[in-house]
């Protein structure tokens, strides 16, 4: 069974940056995207970004001068870092497994992290 | 980018009701769309793929149909259970992979 675990840390002050890991348990690694979508307060789902084991990645265009994804492929591990948050930032965001073999789908996700941005 | 365009808002329906969720897509996806179900402090869920394609455990009362530009999520008996936001994504256009704004299904 595949699961995802993330955490990072969850209050950050303006201009800071944002930083959360996400690790695979079970199931392949190597094959899939590994994403991150975020959900602000009473708001709907917004897709961050994604990498592949190769270190490929691709970013949503609104967000892209600031975030970064990475990977470990030895420990199972992918990251995000958002640079230079403000309040527009608070979310709870989640990591996620794209299924990319056939029809897309995110298939597994993680438990959310929520992070709050606030002098 | 593909704007995707879920309605409903919201949707009343009483338990053992059918409720029928639509997402429109602002150019075609072909059939390269799902469905989630989001409940409060908990991960979304997928239920649906490929527009139609029930996800490994989803039960039968949901189906998903619909290709191009619209879509349709359908619960065709509503269990307790099932009252949460939905939300469409596409997985045609990228970047992004984006997903409607979502529909509350609340008890009637």
């Known amino acids: 069974q595949v699961q995802l675990q993330q955490w990072g840390a969850g209050l950050l002050k303006p201009s800071e940056t944002l930083s959360l890991t996400c690790a695979v348990y079970?199931?392949?690694?190597?094959?899939?995207?590994w994403n991150w979508i975020r959900q602000p307060p009473g708001k709907g789902l917004e897709w961050i970004g994604e990498i592949n084991h190769g270190g490929s990645t691709n970013y949503n265009p609104s967000l892209k001068s600031r975030v970064a994804i990475s990977v470990d492929t030895s420990k199972n591990q992918f990251s995000l870092k958002v640079s230079s948050v403000t309040a527009a930032d608070t979310a709870v965001y989640y990591c996620?497994?794209?299924?990319?073999?056939?029809?897309?789908?995110?298939?597994?996700w993680g438990q959310g992290t929520p992070v709050t941005v606030s002098s | 980018e593909i704007v995707m365009t879920q309605s409903p808002a919201t949707l009343s329906v009483s338990p053992g009701e059918r409720a029928t969720l639509s997402c429109r897509a602002s150019?075609?996806?072909?059939?390269?769309l799902a469905w989630y179900q989001h409940k409060p402090g908990q991960a979304p869920r997928l239920l649906i793929y490929?527009?139609?394609t029930r996800a490994t455990g989803i039960p039968a009362r949901f189906s998903g149909s619909g290709s191009g530009t619209e879509f349709t999520l359908t619960i065709s008996s509503l269990q307790s259970e099932d009252f949460a936001v939905y939300y469409c994504q596409q997985f045609n256009n990228w970047p992004p992979w984006t997903f409607g704004q979502g529909t509350k299904v609340e008890i009637k």
């Open positions: 490929g527009a139609s």
């Open positions: 079970g199931g392949s690694f190597n094959g899939y995207h």
């Open positions: 150019q075609s996806v072909s059939s390269n």
């Open positions: 996620a497994r794209l299924h990319s073999s056939g029809w897309y789908r995110l298939d597994y």
